[in-house]
Structure formats: C-alpha cells, structure tokens
C-alpha cells in the first residue's frame, strides 16, 4: 500500500486565539504528517505549552522582530527535516517572521505567510516586492535540484472563480491585476496550483472569509491560501483539498496528499 503524507497549512489568526477556540480539539484527530501556520501572532514563550511541544512532532517558530504579536509562521512536522532556515535570506523582508523553509529528504517545503496590500494598497510594493523575492528563491532552490512545494496564505485571490464578488474587488487587495500577474508568473516558472489541478471549474471554495456581514454562513469569500507543486513533483501529489467546516480562524485550513 502507498504511502502519503497529509500536509496542512492555515492561517490561524492568532495562536493563542485559535488555541483558546478548540485547535487541540481539532488538531489532535486531524493528526497531520506536516502542518504549516501562518499568521501566528506571538514570540515562542507566548505560544499554549500544548502546542509549543506536542509529543511526537518537531516544531520550528517563526516570529516578527518587527512589531509584537505581528505576522509569524510555525512548522510542526512528525518527521525532523534535514535542514531549516527562517527567512528568505533578505533582511527587508525576513523581520515580520513570514517563511520557514525545511528541506526534506524528497522536497523542500516552504511555509510562507505573504503580505497583504494594505486596505489603502500602501504596501503593494511592498507584497509584490516579496513576491519577487519568494519565486526568486523558489528558482534558486529548483536550479540546485531540489522539488519545490509551497504553502500559506498568499493573500491573493488567482481567477475570478476564486472569489465570490470579483467585479466590486478590481481594485481592492489581494484582487489587484498586477498581482493576480504573478500567480500567473508563478504557473508560467513551472509550479502548479494544487486545489485546481484536481478541481479545475468547482466554484465556491473558499478559504478565507470576512468577519463581517455573516459571510462565512453565506459562504461570500476568497480562495487565497494555496499549495504550488513544482511540475516535476506534481505527480506524486494524490489530492488537494479545502477543510472549510474546520473553525477557529477567518481562515480554513487547505491540505494536500503526498506520495512518499
């Protein structure tokens, strides 16, 4: 019989928060192989004992040096990686805690929690500066041999079916044309958004929704948090999928299989 690798990755919005809304609860059963966090919001003595060291799972914690209870990424994984490195190697964009990058006997993971714009798109130079920066490195560690997967909350919403009001966000955030583009960049370097290769045309599957205006319970979101398999380790990619009944964040957690 195969066997794969369940890896998870969401946007908790908040450790402490998410721990305090059922995360054990769910995490527990769930039981995945490798989970990635984003947007984890605190310095590792802040983080629920509980979580810091599960029994069974090496955890590594990404934090912003830039402001407290900012940002920040984490990687829980039953398997120790060969390697780890926080950071894209860029000081710029390596203060707010946004990458943890393990390498693995057979893929090298990156866990990434990208920019947002800003409501008043102040820092979409910013985000589409990282963005460069992240595909660059992605590039780098392809050239060296290594099979790229990433993961997290690219804060972008890729087509129109991936959000569930695209003509009123022409000109918001995360629906903006330029950087819509670099998912586009990103297909065209050779990486494949997961969800979609197994669910070309499903509407309606969403990972993130507004707290406001009951838009979860009417299901009015965005898809914005993603799996990209580099093409040549796209075949051992058995599903990709959205757990959106799964609560405890404005986000929901998204998963892949892996063959081993």
Not at 101 to 113: D, E
Not at 131 to 143: G, I, N, Q, T, V
Not at 144 to 170: M, W, Y
Request: contains cysteine; charged residues 25%; proline residues 5%.
């Amino acid at each position: 019989m195969e066997q794969t690798l369940k890896i998870l990755s969401w946007n908790v919005n908040g450790i402490r928060a998410a721990h305090r809304k059922g995360f054990m609860d769910w995490f527990v059963p769930a039981a995945p192989d490798i989970l990635c966090l984003q947007e984890t919001r605190a310095e590792l003595p802040q983080v629920p004992a509980e979580i810091a060291e599960i029994d069974g799972y090496f955890s590594f914690w990404n934090h912003s040096k830039r402001k407290k209870g900012y940002s920040g990424t984490a990687l829980l994984c039953k398997t120790e990686p060969l390697e780890v490195q926080f950071g894209l190697g860029i000081e710029e964009f390596d203060t707010e805690g946004r990458t943890i990058i393990a390498k693995f006997p057979t893929f090298t993971l990156l866990n990434c929690y990208f920019p947002n714009g800003g409501r008043d798109l102040t820092r979409v130079p910013f985000k589409m500066a990282f963005y460069d920066a992240f595909l660059e490195k992605c590039e780098s560690l392809r050239a060296e041999g290594q099979s790229v997967l990433f993961c997290g909350d690219v804060n972008t919403a890729h087509r129109e079916i991936d959000l569930a009001n695209p003509k009123s966000n022409q000109k918001t955030t995360g629906f903006l044309p330029e950087e819509r583009a670099w998912i586009d960049a990103v297909i065209a370097a050779g990486y494949v958004d997961t969800f979609r290769h197994f669910h070309p045309d499903e509407a309606a599957q969403y990972t993130w929704w507004s707290q406001r205006f009951n838009a979860r319970a009417r299901n009015v979101g965005w898809r914005i948090d993603y799996f990209f398999a580099a093409a040549e380790l796209l075949p051992r990619v058995r599903d990709a999928f959205i757990l959106p009944d799964v609560l405890g964040s404005d986000h929901c957690p998204v998963g892949i299989s892996l063959a081993g």
